[in-house]
């Protein structure tokens, strides 16, 4: 009889228990959590998610395991993300690349973009979901399909960031630039994901009852933390400056022209430049077989002219060596409606499509001329012409007697060639001579240099100085986006060459200017009030769970006869069990 009735009482017991279950998920119905679930473990009904005990961990040991995947996939996607971002400046460079090998035009680097863009919004979209569920105290399940595609991910940026690496290393030196600009932002913005992270960190940290686990969850958050806290004791920005102590801004060099608004190396484009402000023309010149310097960047034809409708057997011949007669005939501006080379390029008015479809191949003399009648320096690089070329071995004469013929004033002649530096300057004593590459000050000073053209990625605001006390200037190429001209500007580079002479010439300050004591400001109070938030936090969950550890008894007896009456009628309905 004992034994009957103890095997009642426990089956009374657990139907009581799966009642009370169903009446929960009926009346404790939560459908932030159910969302947050749904979406990231693929589980919609209540009965399927679980909430973390105290003293236990927000997971399973297999998900635990898989959570550094998640944030491997996060990082290291941002990391691309972050480095193609800031690399935009030289996204035509890398779609004229893939032209080379591929033969067919097409912007991959705006692709690229959005394919980083989509992966590190979904990366980051499940990364969001597992710290709400930590917030609200539930255990993480990563559905498996979730899993497999973190694990894309990862493999696609560890993969796209060792290719680049290999094959566009250069481009980390972008990346190391934008931090002296975007530092102070990009702290503030690791501030407060680290106020975000307290939430769950202090949940899961408090709730559990060893105190080594405490301090394994605590103690790398705020060592994380008070580094973020000391950062901008070493950080360093150009930007960050006393009022008064700013450059004049650099001077604005059109590369090629306009090559955002026309076809580069034409007449419209240079036009172009000329009619927004541009202080200067670049260009590159090529000697025609029979012997006629003219404007063209590629060593054939192939992708600025209509060469495979005119002359297809001859479309892949060096450029040099067809006849001004043969390259006359050419269109050097279809290309330019049909391929969209930028991706930030503007709808050009009727009159401007026109304009370009009829562009021709432009020669040096008449360059010159325009460059002359409206004031503006040139700078070119001058290509020597391949061998058995009829002028390979008189293209300097050849170019220089073009360039006297034109009457162009010699002073706005920024002569780049290296080749036999010293006759040209005896026969053409005006020119101001430029120098591709860095070298001492004594060096320049006794082959009478008076400016540098380097790459922008050899920016360094203390050679600028050294070479500005010796007067010599600084051109920086090729600079087209805001923050990296904002970089340049503050750096005190005196010119810059461009293909954005456009939006370029609006800039009247550079961005992120601010004074150290602005910064100091900033600074002092993003981390004043992370640290008073997340101080907040971590005592609201001490408080929580030390007031919930001390009525844990209580709150047990009140939830019991709180529901009782509830679920008392459908305990009753069940059937009974006879012993």
Known sequence: MDSSSVSLKKLKFGKLKVVRRHLLQRYEHQPFISCLAGFYS??????????????????????????????????????????????????NNFDWYNYGNTGHWFLWSVFLLILAAVLFTYITLLLVLAVCLLSEGQQLYLHWSHKIGTFLVLGFSIAAIAVFSKLWGVRWKTVRLSFQVTAPYLHIG?????????????????????KVIQAIIIGPYLAILVLLFLIPLGMYSPCIREVGTLGPKPALIGHRGAPMLAPENTEMSFQKTIEHGGDGLETDVTISYDGIPFLMHDSNLQRTTNIREVFPSNSTQNAALFSWDALEQLNAGKWFLKDTPFSCMG?????DQKLAMNQSIYKLSNFLRLADSANKLVIFDLYRPPVKH????????TTLEVIRDSRINP?????????????????????QHTMASKAPVDE????????????????????????????ITTNLYVISEPWLFSLAWCIGVHSVTTNAVHSLKDINRPLFLMTPKEYRIMWLLTDAVAALLISLIFALHWWREKGFSCCSDDSG???ENGTYNKFRTELNDLPTVVA
């Open 390 to 397: 009829p002028y390979r071995n008189t293209w300097i004469n």
């Open 347 to 351: 709808s050009l008015s009727s009159a």
């Open 42 to 91: 693929c589980r919609w009904k209540r009965y399927q998610r679980r909430r973390t005990e105290p003293g236990k961990f927000c997971c399973k040991m297999g998900e635990c395991v898989f959570i550094p995947f998640l944030v491997g996939a996060f990082c290291l996607s941002l990391v691309f993300l972050y480095m193609w971002g800031e690399a935009k400046n030289d996204y």
């Open 444 to 471: 320049l000073l006794r082959d009478n240099v008076a400016k540098l053209n380097l790459v922008y990625s050899a920016m360094s605001s203390e050679d600028i100085r050294k070479y500005a006390q010796a007067n």
């Open 190 to 210: 690791a501030i407060a994901a680290m106020v975000l992270l307290s939430w769950p960190v202090a949940l899961h940290a408090f709730r559990m009852s060893k």
């Open 557 to 559: 007896v009140v939830l």
């Open 411 to 431: 002073h706005l002649v920024l002569w780049l060639d290296n080749t036999m530096r010293s006759f040209v300057q005896s026969v053409a004593p005006g020119f």
